[in-house]
Nanobody
Framework: EVQLVESGGGLVQAGGSLRLSCVAS????????IGWFYQAPGKEREGVSCISSRSSEGVTYYADPVKGRFTISRDSAKNTVYLQMNDLKPEDTAVYYCAANDDFTAFRVGLANYWGQGTQVTVSS
């Protein structure tokens, strides 16, 4: 059974930090691009960041609003992807979803083979 289990969300004040984790199971972790989307109330889901498969040397992508503040990384030994979020802003408030795709380009346009259930991030002003 494929699973993507997110954790690390919560309530934080503006300027604070959170680290999201996504533990993957049920598929070959190293062969997949894995990353994060977010969806704020009343808005469409948008890509935040992703990191390519191990064979593609872990190329990373960040959406413009989070560049310089968020850092994505992956730990193959733990089948886990992390999203370190610093200098959080109220506009970062959303449900964050972990997702996986075996194609980096497809992930970039919002397609995923697998999705997690999401974790809420709330940033207060």
């Amino acid at each position: 059974e494929v699973q993507l289990v997110e954790s690390g969300g919560g309530l934080v004040q503006a300027g604070g930090s959170l680290r999201l984790s996504c533990v993957a199971s049920g598929f070959t972790f190293d062969e997949y691009t894995i990353g994060w989307f977010y969806q704020a109330p009343g808005k469409e889901r948008e890509g935040v960041s992703c990191i390519s498969s191990r064979s593609s040397e872990g190329v990373t992508y960040y959406a413009d609003p989070v560049k310089g503040r968020f850092t994505i990384s992956r730990d193959s030994a733990k089948n886990t992807v992390y999203l370190q979020m610093n200098d959080l802003k109220p506009e970062d408030t959303a449900v964050y979803y972990c997702a996986a795709n075996d194609d980096f380009t497809a992930f970039r346009v919002g397609l995923a083979n697998y999705w997690g259930q999401g974790t809420q991030v709330t940033v207060s002003s």
